[in-house]
């Protein structure tokens, strides 16, 4: 096995293992650091496909961003309850058959099409080509990001305002 | 070797973890994170496809699709804490206001 192969079936491991943490653990809080380690894991598998400039916004966006937002809700939600958030599953039964059907789904897909594209050489850093895109033919759609983002950001300030 | 196919299915297997967390959860916010893994699922084909392809396309649309999460879990969780001050609950099931 080579070293790229190790280190798949490694980060693979570790994502699948975090990822099913998330969905099955009865504490939403540790359910929230689990979902940290899947984020990173995400960003690892980046790594692998010789993307590290995806690895760091991945890094910075998500196992900083999100994770923090969350423990925040978390921690405020619990407060305005004044008691523990139950964190139980219900339809466990259902929902993993239809899971499973969705993945029998998409596998049996992969399995019909025929996916066999060789892997191209190694590539240069992408960083460069992708911030000439970002400011070349997609301009406008960054710019509508950024609006998109503002947009969201004062929703959520308006709609989590204290009333006073 | 690790083919195209061995990133999709491990894409793949994300997703319905993803999907099974959002079907399961009775929490808003743990439904919130299912949703989470499933994006990120999405972002882990995208970034494979643009690798196996050569395709630049699929890079800057996976940063994209990475920004408008981070927008989209603020809104979310911002309507949930509105929710908890309102109905004091977080049980998706007793969020019935618009049921008839």
């Known amino acids: 096995m080579t070293l790229e192969a190790v280190g798949f079936w490694v980060v693979a491991v570790v994502l699948l293992a975090s990822s099913l943490a998330v969905v099955l653990t009865p504490n939403l809080f540790h359910a929230v650091l689990y979902l940290a380690a899947a984020l990173v894991a995400t960003g690892a598998i980046f790594l692998l496909l010789e993307q590290p400039f995806l690895f760091a916004v991945q890094l910075l966006l998500y196992a900083g961003g999100v994770v923090t937002i969350v423990v925040f809700a978390i921690m405020l939600t619990e407060r305005l309850i004044g008691e523990r958030v139950r964190q139980t599953s219900r339809h466990l039964v259902n929902g993993a058959i239809v899971a499973a059907a969705v993945f029998a789904g998409i596998a049996g897909f992969l399995l019909r099409s025929p996916l066999a594209t060789p892997r191209p050489g190694p590539v240069d850093d992408a960083t460069v080509a992708i911030g000439r895109a970002l400011v070349g033919p997609f301009a406008v759609t960054l710019e509508l990001l950024g609006v998109l983002l503002v947009t969201a950001l004062l929703g959520a300030l308006y709609f989590a305002r204290s009333d006073e | ?100």
């Open chain 2, 1 to 100: 070797m690790i083919g195209l196919s061995s990133y999709l299915v491990l894409a793949a297997l994300m997703f319905s973890i993803g999907l099974f967390g959002v079907l399961t959860r009775r929490n808003a916010v743990g439904i919130l994170l299912g949703i989470e893994l499933m994006l990120n699922a999405v972002n882990i084909n995208l970034v494979a496809f643009a690798r196996f392809h050569g395709d630049l396309l699929g890079l800057v649309f996976t940063l994209f699709t990475l920004s408008i999460t981070v927008a989209e879990v603020a809104v979310g969780l911002a309507i949930v804490i509105v929710i908890f001050r309102v109905r004091r609950t977080v049980e998706a099931d007793r969020l019935d206001l618009l049921r008839w």
